[in-house]
């Protein structure tokens, strides 16, 4: 290594440029401020834009004396133009350790396009920052390895991310979009063996895009803080997969700090083919989380939240606390866990489990699947075909349109078929079946003469007007049109007190 060029206390080439050149090896440009000279701000600016630069390989920053009082970044500024041309795109920065100030490095794009310093590596650096500023043309720039913050100004910038750089000890990169539309582009190498992207400390600002890329069938798991996505990213922020054979993204937001969150404005390109998908996870705090137009996987965890599936095919997982949960559209599984729950399957063929606590299902549009479990529990079914299983204690099962299935389980249970041709099973315990004008032809298993209760209290008849009749091994119970088949009970068992009217 040696030093071919000494620059000491500021050094302004504006004038004219200084050639800086390598003898071919590797070569060092040392930039030094003593502080017992070095008293103002412009003493510790090394503005080096326009100099020559050939074959250099390393540049150090150095202080001395650095005990004196003065308070002010030792800053080197460089072009665009310069990386991976005269200064190699592999250079070697050596920062001053010992300083107690700070070191940085500033670079302006001036006529480059691309900007890529992967390649640098550090000594004694810390958690000193590299500067790059863009302008108004479209740039794609590449960071370091270490704190870089990045404004890319007007134009429509690009900002690649590679995978690995999420497992550096600092404090997080900045990325500013600035005006134009923006893409955080996240590249994975197909020889990864890191395929997390951890951006939850990076700052991220007017960033309109984020898009996977191709990385030879690996998959890749971009992970993000929901305040980011709620306060820095936009609410029609746009996610582009990778479209590629095998290969499946996926994005993972934790709450934190944020009780809100709202993605229903993201939208989609090469999504959801091969998996992809958002999962969001709550924490103890009460939080309203709308999910987005894909497909996506929301676990409110404690506290009482209120969580939208929104578009798409969703899991939502309220966890304990009594919490509400919305599938809306798209074929939903919608789990309540502890707690009395409220689920609403909305639009689609929804799968509904109430878990632990006195819950409420509503199966609205679609051909739903309830299932109560513990406690005592309310489950509609809405129009369509649906499934409704009561389990344990004492439930109310109403089917709706279309023909249901119902299950009582165990526990003293109200069963409702609406109407349709509903099939309803009493199972164990003291069974109320309802019917109202026009139930259709219902199929009733298990009946327990002496114990469940058909009840025709709505239809304002009594006893006498029913027809009862054998068919096979079966009863017949008949009146206006409407039929309830008692399935292996002899008509001789049914009389006036297996009614209510």
Same mark, same amino acid.
């Given at each position: ?90 250079? *070697? ?42 302008? %108004? +043309? ?53 020889? %990864? ?6 951006? /939850? ?36 922020? *746009? ?8 290969? #499946? ?27 992809? /998908? ?16 894909? /497909?996506?996987?929301? *676990? ?27 599938? +809306? ?55 369509? +075909? ?61 009946? %327990? ?17 029913? #027809? ?13 049109? +409407? ?19």
């Amino acid at each position: 290594m040696a030093i071919i060029a000494t620059f000491n206390d500021g050094y302004d080439d504006t004038g004219g440029p200084d050639d800086v050149i390598g003898t071919g090896g590797y070569d060092t440009v040392l930039f030094q401020v003593d502080n017992n000279n070095a008293y103002t701000i412009d003493s510790r600016v090394f503005d080096m834009r326009i100099t020559n630069f050939i074959s250099i390989e390393e540049i150090q920053l150095s202080e001395i004396n650095p005990l004196n009082g003065v308070q002010a970044d030792l800053q080197v500024e460089l072009s665009g133009d310069q990386i991976g041309a005269g200064l190699s795109a592999n250079l *070697h920065i050596i920062g001053d350790i010992d300083s107690a100030n700070s070191e940085a490095i500033l670079i302006f794009m001036d006529t480059s396009t691309t900007l890529d310093i992967s390649g640098w590596t550090f000594t004694d650096w810390g958690n000193e920052t590299i500067y790059i500023y863009g302008d %108004a +043309d479209a740039e794609t720039f590449t960071g370091s390895s270490e704190q870089d913050y990045i404004d890319g100004g007007a134009g429509d910038d690009t900002f690649r991310y590679l995978d690995g750089q999420d497992g550096i000890p600092y404090y997080g990169d900045t990325f500013k979009g600035g005006a134009g539309n923006d893409t955080l582009l996240l590249v994975l190498n197909a020889t %990864a063996t890191d395929t997390l992207f951890d951006l /939850r400390e990076l700052t991220l600002q007017s960033l309109e895009q984020i898009t996977f890329s191709s990385a030879g069938g690996l998959d890749a798991t971009l992970l993000l803080s929901a305040s980011q996505a709620a306060w820095d990213l936009p609410a029609n922020m *746009h996610v582009t997969g990778s479209n590629a054979p095998g290969q #499946t993204e996926a994005i993972e937001l934790e709450m934190g700090a944020v009780t809100t969150l709202d993605l229903s404005g993201w939208t989609f390109a090469d999504w959801g083919s091969q998996g992809e /998908r958002i999962t969001i996870t709550g924490d103890s705090d009460a939080e309203t989380i709308t999910a987005s137009a894909g /497909r996506d996987f929301v *676990h409110g965890l404690a506290g009482d939240d209120q969580l939208h599936g929104g578009g798409g095919t969703d899991d939502l997982y309220g966890g304990s606390g009594f919490d509400q949960l919305f599938g +809306d559209a798209g074929n939903d599984w919608i789990y309540g866990s502890f707690g009395n729950d409220t689920l609403f399957g909305g639009d689609g063929n929804d799968g509904m489990y109430g878990h632990a606590g006195d819950d409420t299902l509503m199966g609205e549009g679609g051909d739903d699947v309830l299932f109560g479990n513990d406690g005592a529990d309310n489950l509609a079914g809405g129009p369509g +075909d649906d499934v409704l299983r009561g389990h344990a204690d004492n439930d109310i099962l109403e089917g709706g349109d279309g023909n249901d299935v119902l299950y009582g389980g165990a526990g003293d249970d109200v069963l409702i078929g609406g109407a349709g041709d509903d099939v309803l099973y009493g199972g164990i315990g003291l069974e109320v079946m309802v019917f109202d004008a026009g139930w259709g032809t219902d199929t009733v298993h298990g009946f %327990a003469d002496g114990q469940d209760v058909f009840d025709l209290v709505s239809l304002g008849i009594t006893f006498a007007d029913l #027809t009862i009749t054998a068919v096979g091994g079966d009863t017949h119970i008949s009146y206006n049109g +409407d039929t309830i088949i008692v399935v292996g009970v002899d008509p001789s068992l049914i009389d006036y007190s297996d009614f209510t009217f």
